[in-house]
């Protein structure tokens, strides 16, 4: 059973890989029951799993699952024929070997080749007159056994086995191999809200994608889930691969279109160069893996080359987890609150704003070590933690103001949310109303019926509920129309250029009155200058938050801002921020 724990992303891959392999099963019965071939396949422990109809006619009860191959070929015990078998199956290509045979006795051969897990045998009775019909059955077995089932490219054990050659070709005329490793972005997403056939097809459509973009000398494959692999060998490098790499990157911003809904899917990729990055396939994979994750945490969509300083980054990013783990309990968590205002002037709440103090490193801003905790499950607790600390410090505040906290994707996830809120708010003694949540839209793309019905709990509860960075993911409108939201948060990405951009000007506005339309208030983030201020303030937003307002504060700092508030207007912040 697949525990719920497990996270989505892994689920998503194994139902996805999961449907592959019974596709090729049901694929397989079929064969074996009809083939002519005297087709036979074994695990590692060289045991029978599966066999053509016709090998237990012929062999009769020597043929049983589980039965050892040398039970039903005793030839594999001389020792010839057993090392050219073992070569093929510790990894290297598809051979035929001559079976000893005693006098009278007709050749035989048996044409053995690797499989997923184990090996898969052919025996041929007349050596060099099969028939075309035979040919081409071997053929399509050949295919089966190398490639991937939904998307036709090679799979993960055809990827093994030309990578160590490739490795083992290095020298001479063939000086580098480069290995190009391929990650989609967002593609749980696409799995998560528009279903498992929609995710087999956006596999199909991105292979289709990374092949168009080959040229002689690349290979192309499905390494597993929504992860491909691009071999290239005798090329001129590092430059053939980058090159490769912004192609493959570019071929991915056009959406694809699935069900008529054009769905954007991004490309990461990590490269990595053998004999420099790894002299065995293992290394070089790991390298590349490396060099994958940096182009994940550099903003997606891109691709990286390994270097070795990526070590180093991993290196402390596993310093990081390990003590992220005590963090809590240490007392190196707390919390800035950032004011948000109601124009001109007045301070309506503060947003809490979550910072870690490490005792080495100093304070680590939230960006760095979130995401750290919610992949390792640490977030659920943290936030509870977060939620009720802020309720305790918004208590010391007057009772007319709010305090808005960031929910995580986990914390929606673990299925408690609501009773943790009731719990705190009731357990601290703070009105609901005084309490605002902030969600991304990457919360809305989980389990999205779930995530309904948590809101509207929430919001049956009073409490206030924010879509926080609007307009930098998926900005769908139809959450708008489906989530009861109070307010929604423009990204600071947009206000960042309102002076110089029409384009901003033109998305803030928009944004403003389509919001109003729907009866939620709007606040502009990151507002950093009087400029910006007077602009939306012009335009009819409602509450600005930012650096020109108000920096995030300190706990005992918050007490002496509302007591100076409200300043004489904007002019007043101007001349602060002057003072500063
Ligand atoms: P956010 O919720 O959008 O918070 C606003 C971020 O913008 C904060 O960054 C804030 O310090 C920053 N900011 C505010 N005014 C300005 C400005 O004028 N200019 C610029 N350049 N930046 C400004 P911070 O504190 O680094 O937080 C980053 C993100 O981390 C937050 O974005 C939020 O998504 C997340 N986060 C913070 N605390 C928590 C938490 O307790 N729980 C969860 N789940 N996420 C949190
Ligand atoms: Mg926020
Ligand atoms: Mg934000």
Redesign the pocket.
Known sequence: MRSEASGVGTQNEESSSSDDSRAGEALLANLLANTTELLSFYDSDFRLTHYAARLKRLYGGAVVPGAAIWEIYPSFLDTRCRDEFLRVFQGGSAASIDLPRSSGEAPRSVFVFGTADGVGIIESREQGERSAAQEQEHMILLHQATHDVLTGLQNRRRFGERLQQALAAIGGSQPKAALLQIDLDDFKAVNDTLGHGAGDTLLQLAAGRIRDALEDGDSAYRYAGDEFAVIQLGKEQPAEAERLATSLVNAFKDPFVINGIPVFVGSSIGIAFGPEHGTDGEQLMKAADIALYAAKTDGRGCARTFNRSMLLLLEQRENLRRSLRTALERGELYL?Y?PLIRPPSSVIGF????RWRHPEIGII???VF?PIAEADGL?DEI?RW?LEQACRQALAWPSALTVA????PAQFLSGSLTDTVAQIIDAVGIRAERLEL?I?ETVLLEKTIDNIDTLNTLNVLGIRISL??FGTYYSSLSYLKNFPFDTL?ID?YFIADLETDLKSQTIVRSIISLAHGLGISVTA????TSAQARWLIKENCDYL????MG??LGSEATGDFIRRSPPKGLEAMEESNRAR
Do not use: C, H, W, Y
């Open positions: 800035d950032q947003e809490a704003l979550l801003p939230p960006g979130i977030m936030g977060v906290v960031n929910l995580s902030e991304t926080d960075d948060k600071q983030e990151g507002v950093e938050q930012g650096n020109f920096r995030p």
